[in-house]
């Protein structure tokens, strides 16, 4: 049996589902479908990066979100495609055993591992307040993330503190890139983050020995590039300024756009609209539920501006969908449908900047 056969066997699909997965992998990481086979070659080879996990500050929402989604081909790639050498949650082993493991792996591995690092690091006082075999994780962190080939923040507050460093932020939590200046770090943020992020940040430096593109805060950007706002099913409500004012009430009933209840998708890059949430299908995500985004992928907002504290909108854009254009239904880019085109995303801008305006002036939007 061929590795491929043998991963496809293991995850418990067959060919086609496998292939639309490397294919649907791809799309995630704005790659063309021409990328599958390859994506699906990385995935399949013998050949599996050593993990070492570590857990700082938190909760381990993000290993439970990515071990526990309701399909159970994700968990199975997961744990397929890489060697998880040490894990402080799934580690068989406990004490002295399992720091063993740790040491030995960092010393077998030493260029080649990834280091994972889940939760916030805190500095105060020499980083007392959180240690793993008498050991400040402070001090863990800054030894083995020189070591590693790739070092990945998972999570809000591994990537920059998360509600650890919410004010007064006692211990002096932080998040990874902050203790690893020197290097480069990965964020995936997220109160838990999207496994498929994980995984396809994974899966595009296996494919293709490199980190996929980052913005200035670590973040991939096939991933976290674009406001939640541009590709929220909700924003055709914002372009018309309706708007839900209070739980329950007749705008929320309605799904009106969640702004004046502090939404935070104008100013926050997710692609979680387009990814949702448990694949249970259309709406699984905060806002598709009724619930304001709160920002937890975006630094300084999560954890640090109040729930209901109004998002300012500085920089209006254009939504995915354009607003309807009097019934008109372009046919072929003609010179007309050209026009038309263009006016519906002077429209689109237009709406944004004046709906932005007139739920700051009015607050009866219901
Ligand atoms: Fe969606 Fe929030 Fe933007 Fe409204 S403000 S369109 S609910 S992201």
Not at 277 to 287: D, I, K, L, T, Y
């Amino acid at each position: 049996m061929s590795d491929r056969d043998a991963t496809i066997s293991r995850l418990g699909i067959n060919r086609r589902e496998f292939m639309k997965f490397c294919t649907a992998t791809a799309t995630a990481m704005g790659l063309s479908a021409s990328a599958a086979p390859r994506i699906a070659a990385a995935v399949t080879s013998s050949k599996r990066p050593p993990v070492i996990w570590l857990h700082g500050q938190e909760c381990t929402g993000c290993t439970e979100s990515l071990l526990r989604p309701s399909h159970p081909t994700l968990d199975n790639l997961i744990l397929d495609l890489i060697s998880l050498d040490y894990h402080e949650t799934l580690c068989a082993g406990a004490g002295h055993q399992a720091e063993h493991f740790l040491h030995e792996s960092v010393k077998q591995n030493k260029g080649k591992f990834i280091l994972v690092v889940e939760g916030a690091i805190p500095v105060k006082d020499g980083g007392v307040y959180c240690q793993i075999a008498g050991k400040p994780i402070l001090e863990t962190v800054k030894e083995l993330g020189p070591q590693a080939a790739a070092v990945i923040a998972i999570g809000s507050c591994a990537s920059w503190g998360g509600i650890q460093s919410a004010p007064p932020n006692p211990t002096g939590a932080v998040g990874v890139p902050e203790v690893l200046k020197d290097i480069p770090v990965i964020t995936i943020p997220g109160c838990p983050p999207h496994p498929q992020n994980f995984l396809s940040t994974v899966i595009h430096f296996l494919t293709f020995n490199k980190l996929p593109a980052l913005d200035e805060k670590g973040r991939p950007t096939f991933a976290y590039g674009r406001l939640i706002h541009e590709n929220c099913e909700r924003r055709p409500h914002f372009d018309a300024g309706r708007f839900a004012t209070s739980f329950g009430g007749e705008g929320h009933r309605k799904g009106y756009c969640l702004f004046k209840l502090g939404c935070k998708g104008p100013i926050t890059h997710a692609n979680c609209p387009s990814q949702l949430f448990c694949e249970v299908g259309s709406g699984a995500w905060p806002v598709g539920t009724g619930h304001p985004c709160f920002g937890c992928t975006e630094q300084a907002v999560g954890f640090k501006v109040p729930q209901f504290t109004q998002a300012h909108i500085l920089h209006p854009t254009p939504g995915a969908t354009p607003p309807p254009t009097g019934g008109e239904k372009p046919s072929g880019l003609t010179t007309g449908g050209a026009a038309v085109a263009g006016a519906a995303v002077g429209v689109a801008l237009g709406a944004s900047m004046m709906a932005g305006k007139k739920a700051a002036e009015s607050d009866d939007g219901e």
